[in-house]
């Protein structure tokens, strides 16, 4: 009968939802942090002012222009801001995550407020550029609304959610630090996680080799040495140390 064949377990990883894959979802972040940082480059409000009071050059313009940056000073910053969170988002690990989706979620917030507050007043946005166009600060005019701030708040909202979602999609994700990557070594004798190759041996667990290393097949054997025999020391002679008797001498 032959032996039984062992069998290895492999741990499969769970599939990876749309929304939850990495690339997905920094690039999402991304396009909304750069569509709030284009809206800011458009033309937030339109000032009508007397045309004595802005100039021909400014009259031909319909009323005086006033951009986003220039309504809204902060936003331009944020958006920056959410575009570097989320871009580092796709090599933090578990802890730092959290601390990025924190500052997203505060530029986000911030983005939604700055815009909320220029549809809320835009006659109070527009007092520096009209300030600046007229020299008179405090006055009382018409001032339309484009659609631009709309789009901000929209895309700000939109990013505060793709915020929300880096936490649970990040369970998803790779490791890619040291402290992450040890706890996904799984056990002795497995095969690592998400792959059928066999996980790397634990040098803690690793077999110590008993037996001594037969010696490379390029290099020749010594040749045994000769042995010299040793020739025997004849003993010595004993000698006694007592005196012979002396001859009796002749009378």
């Known amino acids: ?64 222009q006033v951009q986003g940056s220039k309504a809204a ?11 570097a969170g989320g871009l580092a988002a796709s090599i933090a690990g578990r ?40 020299g008179i600060s405090g006055s009382s005019v018409q001032v339309d609304v484009t659609v631009f701030p709309v789009l901000a708040v929209v895309a700000g909202s939109l990013l505060g959610i793709c915020a929300l979602a880096i936490v649970p ?25 998400g792959g059928t190759a066999p996980a790397a041996p634990n040098c803690l667990t690793a077999p110590v080799l008993t037996t001594p290393l037969a010696p490379p097949a390029h290099y020749p054997p010594h040749p045994p040495r000769p042995v010299t025999p040793v020739a025997a020391t004849p003993a010595r002679r004993k000698y006694s140390t007592a005196k012979a008797p002396m001859p009796d001498s002749a009378h």
Request: charged share 10%; aromatic share 4%.
């Open 73 to 83: 000073t902060t936003v331009t910053a944020l958006a920056l801001v959410a575009l």
């Open 169 to 193: 999609a990040g369970r998803y994700w790779k490791s890619r630090t040291k402290y992450d990557a040890a706890a996904a070594v799984p056990a002795a004798g497995g095969t690592a996680v």
């Open 1 to 64: 009968m032959g032996e039984p064949k062992a069998t290895v377990k492999t741990a499969t990883r769970p599939a990876v939802p749309g929304w939850a894959r990495k690339s997905t979802l920094v690039l999402v972040i991304a396009a909304l942090a750069l569509a709030v940082f284009g809206t800011t480059t458009q033309t937030w409000l339109t000032v009508h002012l007397d045309p004595a009071q802005l100039g021909a050059a400014v009259a031909s313009q319909n009323g005086l």
């Open 95 to 134: 802890v730092a995550r959290w601390v990025i989706t924190a500052i997203i979620l505060l530029a986000a917030a911030g983005i939604v407020g700055a815009a909320a507050v220029v549809l809320a007043d835009p006659l109070s946005a527009a007092q520096g550029s009209i300030a600046a166009a007229t």
